[in-house]
């Protein structure tokens, strides 16, 4: 059985023009009235100003989301976008994204830390999961994951699944259920999980009908608004 409230993230990276995540708004917008769960929208930062103007202008059932934070409260950080800076236009942020940390070599302690400013400005960490040890790892450094674990969800995302923008390469589902699971146990409570890595309109539903998977973040299928429309429509299924 499919969960019939489910957290779905689409995560558009660096791509789009504002124009094109208007067109996305428009597109998705209308079919989100119908929709049971959570959708959340994390389009590049110069857009959420104006993208939260038309959710709310046009009564959107959307929720926007940031794709990272900084590391450091606001200051001289040039380049940089603190989460108080956005913390009226955004309630989530996806943090600890295995691309923020292959290409902008993101630490553990940056992650735990953007944890920590995300949660002060009441911004809920969407935050990726690569493999259990790096759960682990954050673990073994501090409590901020299993104090705030009711404030956050989680995301079992392998690199290895993420599509890269070409080919799909899911990882298997039953796999991804276990993981999900084992998060779980490690944190020693009841917290959301998601999965993340090549979702897509023909695979979602195997995903979603895990019994330890909420939702899914899904990154090269919400791109082009159709595709994710599908993705959407066959997560019911
Ligand atoms: P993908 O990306 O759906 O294109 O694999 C997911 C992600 O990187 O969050």
Same mark, same amino acid.
């Given at each position: 059985?499919?969960?019939?409230?489910?957290?779905?993230?689409?995560?558009?990276?660096?791509?789009?023009?504002?124009?094109?995540?208007?067109?996305?708004?428009?597109?998705?917008?209308?079919?989100?009235?119908?929709?049971?769960?959570?959708?959340?929208?994390?389009?590049?930062?110069?857009?959420?100003?104006?993208?939260?103007?038309?959710?709310?202008?046009?009564?959107?059932?959307?929720?926007?989301?940031?794709?990272?934070?900084?590391?450091?409260?606001?200051?001289?950080?040039?380049?940089?976008?603190?989460?108080?800076?956005?913390?009226?236009?955004?309630?989530?942020?996806?943090?600890?994204?295995?691309?923020?940390?292959?290409?902008?070599?993101?630490?553990?302690?940056?992650?735990? +830390?953007?944890?920590?400013?995300?949660?002060?400005?009441? %911004?809920? /960490?969407?935050?990726?999961? =690569?493999?259990? &040890? *790096?759960?682990?790892?954050?673990?073994?450094?501090?409590?901020?994951?299993?104090?705030?674990?009711?404030?956050?969800?989680?995301?079992?995302?392998?690199?290895?699944?993420?599509?890269?923008?070409?080919?799909?390469?899911?990882?298997?589902?039953?796999?991804?259920?276990?993981?999900?699971?084992?998060?779980?146990?490690?944190?020693? +409570?009841?917290?959301?999980?998601?999965?993340?890595?090549? %979702?897509? /309109?023909?695979?979602?539903? =195997?995903?979603? &009908? *895990?019994?330890?998977?909420?939702?899914?973040?899904?990154?090269?299928?919400?791109?082009?608004?159709?595709?994710?429309?599908?993705?959407?429509?066959?997560?019911?299924?």
């Amino acid at each position: 059985m499919s969960n019939p409230t489910p957290v779905v993230i689409a995560n558009l990276k660096a791509n789009k023009t504002w124009e094109e995540v208007s067109a996305w708004l428009n597109e998705v917008g209308k079919a989100s009235k119908d929709f049971k769960g959570t959708l959340i929208f994390c389009p590049s930062y110069p857009f959420l100003a104006s993208a939260k103007e038309k959710i709310d202008r046009d009564s959107i059932n959307i929720k926007l989301g940031s794709q990272d934070i900084s590391k450091f409260e606001q200051g001289a950080y040039t380049g940089e976008v603190a989460a108080s800076q956005i913390a009226d236009l955004v309630e989530y942020a996806v943090l600890g994204h295995s691309e923020r940390r292959k290409y902008f070599n993101e630490t553990n302690e940056d992650v735990l +830390k953007k944890v920590e400013l995300a949660l002060s400005s009441n %911004i809920t /960490p969407i935050l990726c999961i =690569s493999d259990m &040890s *790096q759960l682990d790892e954050y673990l073994g450094k501090s409590n901020l994951l299993k104090e705030n674990s009711d404030k956050i969800i989680f995301v079992y995302e392998p690199p290895s699944a993420i599509s890269g923008g070409r080919d799909y390469k899911p990882d298997n589902p039953e796999d991804a259920n276990n993981n999900a699971q084992e998060m779980g146990n490690k944190i020693g +409570k009841e917290i959301t999980t998601i999965y993340g890595g090549s %979702i897509n /309109p023909d695979n979602v539903n =195997s995903f979603f &009908s *895990q019994n330890n998977i909420e939702g899914g973040l899904v990154g090269q299928a919400s791109v082009d608004p159709n595709t994710f429309l599908q993705v959407l429509e066959n997560a019911k299924i």
